[in-house]
Structures are given as structure tokens and as C-alpha cells.
């Protein structure tokens, strides 16, 4: 999943593309890629998962790396990869993570074979051509690379691949478990940077916090009976006003470190003023009422306010001509980090107040994580990395609405940013979806920022 928390509008300074010159990993990188978008990494019956990890050990040791340095474990119907670039052990390890399963896609509804890469136009088509296997195959190219260049870090470089991101992370849950005694975790599948429509770059976001999924089913069962008799109480009315009073409930605005930077950036190249000024009060002051109604206004800004709950599903009666003897509502929350998940159940049902309205949580694979914290110097490498190929492009720490394989390390107290190079305009931003792309040009200065940031943190 790639996720830029803020959408951003408006009138964006003018900045020419740099032109790339190519980088000794880009061959590699996309020979990588190519490959890689053969395997069939789908959950499910015929998942090449194992087969791809194993195909990329033995990129890796043909890279440099020995045998032992690089595991590859099954798992259920999946397997997971670790990568260790020793160092020379006086700093504590630096994990990356990212992953090699894909989302399903169905020949038929596509144009291309998604397992087959096919190159167009400038473009390399293919099923996890950019969620999940570009960041994977140009940082596994970079690893290369700098093991050839006899690069000697200070600290191990652990580069975590989980098997299974896109559906129940069981494999992020063992390597969170096995690894987490780390300074950081750099997430390649999170982050990355936004070019507007003419293919000027925007902004690059690192990913510093998510927020958390949880599902809340509402449930009320009555006696039932004949419609020809009306009786109370009647499941449906109860539901319909449980759910009314929790429309009309404003969870409180929040902010953290990562989210009032992000307001900030946000708010000086927002040409809206109205909107800029409420960004600015309510990162200043997440309690006035008034900015909090703006930004709650744009569905582009409300998950950025605070804990946000709505209803997703319904179901309820059985005929037509009888009495429903049971409704139940599906209410879907993305809760903001630090919120534990037992107090937006506990508020949900002290909202509805009525012993009949039973609130159950639906079980999602979501953990909690808190937000982890800015730290300057990392966003300086960071940020260094990014306007070697785009100066003055702004580097805003990010949160995002969905979760990535980071959520199992915050929760292990490992700091996560999600980092990926990839610069894309929003309509070439396919995945999960169909006819899934990249453009070829972002391989180069992916496999060098890689090695930028790397040699940098790791030195
Ligand atoms: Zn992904």
C-alpha cells in the first residue's frame, strides 16, 4: 500500500525535472522487476511466494552476500525473506521493510497479462509493478550494489520482506516478533513523493505514523412477530437511533508531531486561504471548534482531525410482512494513533445508550501503534536524498489512513517511516487496481537514493 496522507492543491512552484543519468543498479533493478512481476505472489492456492523469496536469495549471494546471511522461511501458504548486510556492529541494526506478496488481478479484466511485464511508452506494466516489487527490486539492486563497492556499514542492515502484507500480515507479525531490537525501521512501501499532472514533483511525504482499522458491529435482536401487528420494541428503530447519535457525535480533533508538520507544509501551498488559516489554528490549537468544522468539511482532510467512525454496512428484518426480529450495522473507525482501541468501543456504546444495542468488535488483524516520533536528522538524510535529484521539493512527515507492514513494528516500539522513492502522478497510480504501472525512469534514482540513504544511516 502506498498512502500520502494530504491531498494537495493548488498552485505548485514550477520546477523542472531533473534529468537522470542512470545508476550502475539500474539494469539490475529492472531485470529484477521484470522478473519478479512473473512470480504469482497471490494468496491462496498457486501463491509463488516461496519461489520468488528463494529466486531472490540467490540474486542476493550471486550479489555477494553469503548463504547464511540470507533466510528464507515458509510460512502457511506464504514465506518471508531476511537479508543481512553486516556492518561492523558499534551501532544497533537498521531494518527495512517491504513486501513481495501482491493483490490478486484477473487476466481478463486487464489489458496485459499482469504477471507477464510488458514495457510501454515508458511505462513497465505488471501486477505489483509498483505495490509492492519496485521498491523491493530496487533496493535489493542497491544492496548489490553497495556490496560491490565494498561498502562497510557501522551497523547491520536487515531488510525484512513479509509474505503476506496485503491480506493478514501473519509473516509481518513473525518478523516485527524476531526483529525489533532495532534504531529504526524504513518502510519501502510507504511514503514516497506526488508530482502534479505535467510531471512536476510536489512534495515527498515520510510516512511517520498510521492509523489504526477497527471494525464495531452494532447488533439489536427483538421478539419479532406479524406486521399486521406493530408492537415495540422493533430492532430496526432501535438501530436507526443508535446510528443517528453516532452521526451526530464529533470525536475530538487531534494532533501529533507528525500530523502538525504535515498542517504546517500543507497550510503554505494551500492557495485557499480560509482553508490554509483553519490548517494553521488547528495545528496550533486541535480544539478550536471552528478550524476543526473547515478541515472536517474536505473528505481530503477529516482523517487528518482525529478518530473518525461511520457506517459501513446494514442488515436487518427477514420479510417483508414480518416483525425484524434482529438489525445489525457494520461502524468502521480509523482511529488516531495513540487512541487505544477499547475506548473508541467504550465511547460508541456509551453514545448509543441502550442496553439493547449490543457493540461488539469485528476481529480486523489491526494492532494499534502509537505515532513514532519525528527526528530531525533522519528526515535531513532524508530530505538530502530527495533534492539530490528534485532541490527544494518539500519533505513533509506524513500519516496514513491505512495500514502497512510498519503498524506490527510501532507496535514492538520500533520508530517507522515509510520511505519509497517513487515520485508518480496521481493518475499513474494503479495499484491495487487495474493495469498497475510504473514509469521506467523511476528506477535509477530509486536505486540511488537507496544507496544515499543506506550508506548515510548506516555509516
Ligand atoms: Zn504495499
Redesign the pocket.
Known amino acids: 500500500?502506498?498512502h500520502l496522507a494530504i491531498l494537495l492543491a493548488g498552485a505548485l512552484a514550477a520546477m523542472p525535472a531533473q534529468a537522470q543519468t542512470g545508476s550502475p543498479g539500474e539494469a539490475q533493478a529492472l531485470e529484477l522487476l521484470k522478473r519478479g512481476i512473473a512470480f504469482r505472489t497471490v494468496a491462496g492456492p498457486g501463491n509463488q511466494t516461496f519461489d520468488y523469496a528463494t529466486w531472490l536469495k540467490a540474486q542476493l549471494v550471486a550479489g555477494g552476500f553469503s548463504d547464511a546471511d540470507v533466510r528464507v522461511e515458509k510460512l502457511g501458504d506464504t514465506a518471508y525473506l531476511v537479508a543481512r548486510y553486516r556492518g561492523t556492529g558499534k551501532a544497533k541494526p537498521i531494518l527495512i521493510s517491504?513486501?513481495m506478496d501482491v493483490v490478486e488481478a484477473k487476466p481478463a479484466d486487464w489489458e496485459r497479462d499482469p504477471f507477464t511485464p510488458v514495457v510501454e511508452n515508458g511505462y513497465l506494466f505488471g501486477r505489483g509493478s509498483s505495490?509492492?516489487k519496485f521498491d523491493v527490486s530496487t533496493f535489493v539492486a542497491s544492496l548489490i550494489q553497495l556490496k560491490r563497492e565494498g561498502f562497510k556499514p557501522g551497523r547491520d542492515v536487515i531488510l525484512l520482506l513479509s509474505g503476506d502484507?496485503?491480506t493478514n500480515m501473519k509473516t509481518t507479525a513473525a518478523l516485527a516478533e524476531q526483529y525489533h531490537d532495532a534504531e529504526l525501521l524504513l518502510n519501502i512501501?510507504?511514503g514516497g513523493g506526488d508530482m502534479d499532472e505535467a510531471g512536476k514533483p510536489v512534495m515527498f511525504g515520510v510516512q511517520g505514523a498510521e492509523k489504526t482499522y477497527a471494525d464495531f458491529e452494532l447488533s439489536v435482536t427483538s421478539a419479532g412477530g406479524h406486521s399486521s401487528a406493530p408492537r415495540k420494541p422493533n430492532a430496526i428503530y432501535q438501530l436507526a437511533a443508535a446510528l443517528q447519535k453516532i452521526e451526530a457525535y464529533e470525536f475530538p480533533g487531534q494532533v501529533n508531531e507528525i500530523t502538525k508538520a504535515s498542517w504546517l507544509a500543507t497550510a503554505t501551498r494551500t492557495p485557499d486561504a480560509k482553508l490554509a488559516d483553519a490548517m494553521r489554528r488547528f495545528a496550533a490549537n486541535p480544539e478550536d471548534l471552528e478550524a476543526r468544522a473547515t478541515l472536517r468539511a474536505d473528505p481530503g482532510y477529516v482523517g487528518q482531525t482525529g478518530t473518525t467512525c461511520v457506517a459501513t454496512m446494514a442488515n436487518a428484518g427477514h420479510a417483508t410482512n414480518a416483525l425484524p426480529q434482529r438489525a445489525t450495522a457494520n461502524i468502521n473507525c480509523r482511529i488516531f494513533p495513540g487512541t487505544p482501541i477499547a475506548d473508541v468501543q467504550a465511547k460508541l456504546a456509551a453514545l448509543v445508550a441502550d442496553p439493547a444495542v449490543k457493540t461488539t468488535k469485528v476481529e480486523s488483524g489491526s494492532v494499534p501503534s502509537d505515532a513514532s516520533p519525528l527526528r530531525p536528522e533522519l528526515i535531513k538524510v532524508i530530505a538530502k536524498a530527495v533534492h539530490a535529484r528534485f532541490p527544494d521539493v518539500p519533505v513533509v512527515p506524513v500519516m496514513s489512513a491505512g495500514a502497512?507492514d510498519s503498524m506490527w513494528f510501532r507496535g514492538r516500539g520500533v520508530p517507522s517511516y515509510g520511505v519509497s522513492p517513487l515520485f508518480m502522478k496521481s493518475t499513474d497510480s494503479f495499484?491495487h487496481g487495474l493495469n498497475e504501472r510504473i514509469p521506467v525512469g523511476e528506477i535509477a534514482p530509486a536505486v540511488t537514493f537507496y544507496k544515499r540513504v543506506i550508506t548515510e544511516l548506516a555509516k
Open positions: 500500500m502506498r517491504g513486501h505495490d509492492n502484507e496485503e512501501d510507504g502497512t495499484a
